[in-house]
């Protein structure tokens, strides 16, 4: 059973890291143009070079 | 400054004129404005890629981002560019385009509390899913000191997660105590207050059973319950605002150095306002300069524009038809007579707040029982077991199973899967309860104007004129933007026009021209020369022959003939009620095959008898757009209103009609009874998991693992039912 000492602190770190990356998704605003995201990825714009930052 | 002096290019004053933003950057230093548009035929990937490409293209934006969900550019540009530069833009390319007022949109920018409720429901669901693991090895039969070990890991994530989970129920259930009174928190609270410290206490003594997975999966399902809830009501807010924000609340104000656009809040008594054709009076006032016809549909409901010339009094919410006209403003904002009729709407005891919704009733009689069941489990198994921890166990274990779970979901649940539906028909639903007070309506009350009739008029004795009179209408009708002439303009289009020369529109009167060396008129009786008429008519003389009237009709709206058929086939007693004369409300009812109808109703008199009605025993269901429909649409146990109502009707109304066609209101009514009718199940199947369960706990025999199982398939029970709808 020592194998538990090392499986649940796992565990609990995976999760626990899933967590914290949806709370990072809440925070950058991710939420809030859903159909748009989903159909932004189908545009061919920036497809062969990252998008500027001034645009 | 410069952008305000610009005089607006459009009919509409509030297309016209330079955005709010730009009265903001008079107070700070005008760096960049900030412009929102509405895009409602927006819908696919390249539309995204088109709009934002036409709108960089300018080099004054510095940048245009679109949101496919709310259907609205956000642009960020230069403080010299407007609103109306943008729309022509986006038209361009191909899309409709409105410009939005930012600062009625201000409240949806950022859904706090919406963006709370997640952060919660994703820690507790981190913490329910790591604590099943662990249960779920002491289900199977972990025992000793492995048991202990589990347990105390359990309680490490539990306690932590529903501190800060719980805090929603821990509130709430504290106001209501403090307050004096139970609702369906303090149950709640109780039974996770309970199952925790009775589950440390347990695992200190190394005991078998501890409920920290029931504590915190009840945490879950409840969370997702309120964000349900939550989501559905905040979805019904920022729609509702988008249309508040469609209406621009600008005006035109004259001063020594010209015109200047001004915010309605801005106004003052005494200002010299310019009302151009097309636009809404912002004011009570007095006419100055100008004569013209005024649209007081939507304050009263007549369908025949009035007169208006130098010296007459016009109110807030009037509609200035033909010509430009100057108004001084004798009342403002809170004084207007607009604003006088919301008080009307104060005394209308509302039907919003009459009534109770099916889940507070169910709190009220669900939350004592939980507890004088629980207590009198603990006292009982006190009394037989003079054990102080098996009887505490056992009265956790009974507020675990009967805490109100299912009961949480029952109603949310189904709100979510109703208003989606209905709102993918056209219907926006306001308030939490609308859903149920629909459900028992058997009395639908119209209004006329604007709600059974769309408010544009059609040509109705087209026969009675030779073809060369139609043509000399048809081309004495294009002189002239009133709706009556274009009316006549459209009902003709198959005539070639007679060629009339010197065309030109007396405003307020009608319009004149020279044909064959004869002056011809078409306009007003008054002006013309005819005998008034209880109906819509334009007179047209021909030279010195006896004028001959063209009379109209409002058009009927999209699908109101269905919707009334539709009505009366579901057994619902259909009354038109109307501000209009006579004659055009009794042509209408007997179009439409509606027996009652009243006629000439003042708005008091609409709100006494929509409330005769109800006392009387019916569920009256209000459909009404004016003005003086407010009172009675806040007086009714439901109302409808369409999009294009006041802002104060949609306001007073519970549900608002999204398109053009009244067909989808049956529908409505059919949706929202077998909504209540998924919510009286759903309590049926959260009473009969209890009933099984209760028993159960009562006698001691409730392990975690029922306890666990009980709740988790009452509550996909209820939410699968729930979806059903969809």
């Not at chain 2, 009919?11 to 730009?22: D, L």
């Not at chain 2, 981002?65 to 560019?81: Q, W």
């Not at chain 2, 013309?528 to 709206?557: E, M, N, Y």
Request: charged share 20%.
């Amino acid at each position: 059973m020592n194998i538990l000492t090392y499986l649940i602190p796992i565990s609990l770190i995976l999760g626990g890291m899933g967590l914290l990356f949806f709370i990072f998704t809440i925070r950058s605003n991710q939420y809030d143009d859903p159909e748009g995201d989903a159909r932004r990825i189908l545009s061919g714009e920036y497809d062969d070079k990252p998008k500027p930052p001034d645009a | 400054m410069t952008a305000m002096m610009r005089p607006p290019a459009s009919a509409c004053p509030a297309c016209a004129a330079a955005p709010a933003a730009e009265k903001l950057a008079e107070y700070q230093a005008p760096t960049e404005t900030h412009i929102i548009l509405s895009l409602p035929t927006i819908h696919c990937a390249a539309c995204m890629s088109s709009v934002e490409r036409a709108l960089k293209a300018d080099a004054r934006v510095r940048s245009a981002r679109v949101n496919l969900t709310l259907k609205r550019v956000n642009i960020e540009a230069t403080p010299d560019l407007t609103a109306a530069d943008l729309v022509p833009v986006v038209e361009a390319a191909g899309f409709e385009a409105h410009e939005l007022d930012t600062t009625a949109l201000a409240a949806t920018a950022t859904d706090r509390a919406g963006r709370d409720l997640l952060m919660r429901l994703a820690v507790a669901g981190f913490a329910a899913m790591n604590v099943m693991l662990l249960s779920i090895a002491v289900w199977s039969g972990a025992a000793g000191e492995t048991r202990d070990m589990f347990h105390w890991i359990s309680a490490a994530i539990v306690l932590p997660a529903i501190a800060f989970s719980g805090q929603p129920f821990f509130r709430n259930a504290w106001t209501a105590l403090k307050a004096g009174h139970l609702n369906m928190d303090v149950p709640i609270s109780l039974a996770i207050a309970l199952a925790i410290v009775t589950s440390l206490y347990e695992t200190s003594l190394s005991g078998e059973h501890a409920y920290f997975d029931a504590a915190i999966t009840l945490t879950f399902f409840l969370l997702t319950g309120r964000y349900l809830d939550h989501r559905t009501r905040s979805v019904a807010r920022s729609a509702a605002e988008e249309l508040a924000a469609l209406e621009v609340p600008r005006a035109t104000r004259l001063t020594d150095t010209g015109e200047e656009t001004v915010a309605v809040a801005d106004l003052k008594r005494g200002d010299l306002i310019l009302v151009r054709p097309g636009g809404r009076m912002p004011v009570d006032g007095e006419i100055t300069e100008g004569t013209s016809e005024l649209d007081r549909a939507l304050l009263t409901g007549e369908t025949l524009p009035v007169l208006a010339q130098p010296g007459r009094n016009v109110s807030a919410g009037e509609v200035n038809l033909t010509s430009p006209l100057t108004v001084r403003a004798t009342a403002v904002g809170r004084d207007t007579s607009l604003h006088r009729m919301a008080d009307l709407v104060a005394i209308a005891e509302s039907g919003r707040s009459r009534y109770t919704s099916l889940a507070d009733r169910a709190a009220k009689l669900y939350a004592p029982g939980v507890h004088i069941l629980s207590a009198l489990a603990f006292l009982g198994w006190l009394a037989y077991s003079g054990d102080l921890r098996v009887a505490l166990n056992i009265a956790a274990a009974v507020l675990i199973i009967t805490c109100p779970c299912a009961l949480g979901l029952a109603v949310p649940a189904v709100t979510t899967a109703a208003s989606g539906r209905l709102f993918r028909k056209g219907l926006l639903i306001k308030d939490a309860t609308a859903l149920e007070r629909l459900a028992e309506v058997d009395t639908v009350v119209f209004d006329k104007t604007g709600t059974l009739t769309s408010g544009t008029p059609e040509l109705t004795n087209r026969n009675d004129f030779t073809s060369a009179d139609l043509a000399i209408g048809q081309a004495l009708s294009q002189g002239s933007n009133h709706p009556l002439s274009r009316a006549i303009a459209q009902a003709t289009q198959d005539i070639a026009p007679a060629e009339v020369t010197d065309l030109r529109e007396v405003p307020g009167f009608g319009t004149e021209g020279q044909w064959r060396g004869q002056t011809m008129r078409l306009g007003r009786a008054s002006w013309v020369g005819g005998t008034a008429t209880d109906q819509t008519a334009a007179w047209l003389q021909i030279g010195s022959a006896k004028p001959q009237p063209f009379l109209f009709t409002d058009r009927l709206r999209d699908g109101a003939a269905e919707a009334v058929a539709a009505l009366q086939a579901q057994g619902k007693s259909v009354i038109l009620m109307s501000g209009d004369t006579t004659s055009p409300v009794e042509t209408l009812a007997k179009r439409l095959n509606i027996t009652q109808w009243v006629a000439e109703a003042l708005p008091q008199d609409k709100a006494q008898r929509i409330q005769a009605l109800t006392d009387k025993g019916a569920k009256v269901l209000m459909i009404g757009d004016g003005l003086n429909d407010t009172a009675a649409l806040t007086a009714a146990h439901a109302s409808i209103s369409p999009a294009s109502a006041l802002d104060a009707a949609r306001v007073a109304s519970d549900i608002v009609l999204l398109g053009q066609s009244l067909a989808p209101i049956p529908d409505a009514l059919t949706t929202a009874a077998k909504a209540t009718q998924r919510i009286r199940e759903n309590f049926t199947i959260a009473t009969w998991y209890n009933i099984i369960a209760v028993p159960l706990a009562v006698a001691g025999l409730c392990s975690p693992l029922i306890a666990a199982l009980a709740m988790s398939s009452s509550s996909i029970t209820v939410s699968l039912n729930a979806l059903r709808l969809r």
